[in-house]
């Protein structure tokens, strides 16, 4: 469903004051079970600070969605969450959480630059570590297991855009994926985040050009799973990179995720 006219015009808000150049950089990824020890079966993320721009009716696309602790959050503010996922495993957790929830779509495909279909690569154990990304696994994960190969349906942001609107936010979590399925989309829509790793940060910088190309010209972003801002304004891709390679340079294996407005 599109958009009202005032969702479409509310401003994003301004980032918060704080320094890119002195982050509280969580610890790096490098192990997953805890996370999974620690989480309830039914746990809620915290909403990061773009968040507070959405309002009511408003459509979210949340793209790889796993088990829909980002989309049970999202739900908080009234919008319309349409959850990518192509793990049936997840799908699963999906169908049985949101059960008629009027807020919830559920499209159990990956996205990629076309259609088709593709072998995915299932960790049993840690499903948020499952990958279409052959390159990915061999990253700070390469000691995790990937047990099972799946052929999933693959389908593209411009069809989910003709099929449930315009989204004022899209949020792109694919484990090293990222940079084709934004080819997947040919023009611009709302404010896109898309995950960055250390590794593999020349994807990042593909994918920043293709969103420029688009006509997305604000970047900014948030390390690890911070909620607000990591730069006190929206900064040009370029700039944006010269302070992430900075970081990078100070820390090990830092991750997180690049906002474009």
């Not at 319309?80 to 949101?98: D, G, M, S, T, Y």
């Not at 630059?113 to 052959?134: F, K, Q």
């Not at 003709?162 to 484990?175: L, N, S």
């Not at 929206?234 to 474009?260: E, H, M, P």
């Amino acid at each position: 469903m599109m958009q009202t006219q005032a969702s479409q015009t509310l401003p994003f808000p301004q980032p918060n004051a704080l320094s890119a150049f002195d982050p509280a950089i969580p610890p790096a990824r490098s192990t997953v079970a805890p996370l999974f020890a620690a989480a309830p079966p039914h746990f809620t993320a915290p909403l990061h600070k773009i968040a507070q721009c959405l309002v009511p009716g408003d459509v979210v696309f949340d793209i790889g969605a796993n088990n829909g602790d980002k989309a049970a959050a999202l739900l908080s503010r009234g919008v319309k969450v349409v959850c990518i996922e192509p793990q049936p495993a997840c799908v699963a957790v999906l169908n049985n959480r949101f059960r008629g929830h009027p807020g919830i779509s559920i499209v159990p495909k990956g996205l990629g630059s076309r259609p088709g279909i593709m072998p995915m690569h299932i960790n049993s154990r840690a499903p948020v570590l499952s990958t279409l990304s052959t390159e990915w696994m061999k990253g700070r994960f390469a000691n995790e297991t990937w047990d099972q190969t799946l052929d999933v349906a693959i389908t593209t942001l411009d069809e989910m855009v003709r099929q449930h609107g315009r989204p004022r936010y899209a949020k792109i979590d694919v484990e090293g994926f990222e940079y084709e399925v934004l080819c997947g989309l040919s023009r611009r829509v709302g404010v896109i985040s898309f995950e960055f790793t250390e590794e593999f940060f020349g994807h990042a910088e593909r994918s920043l050009a293709y969103l420029q190309n688009l006509g997305y010209s604000r970047f900014n972003f948030s390390l690890g799973e911070q909620v607000d801002f990591a730069l006190d304004q929206w900064a040009d891709a370029g700039r944006l990179c010269t302070v992430l390679k900075d970081v990078f340079s100070r820390y090990n294996q830092a991750w997180g995720d690049i906002y474009a407005n």
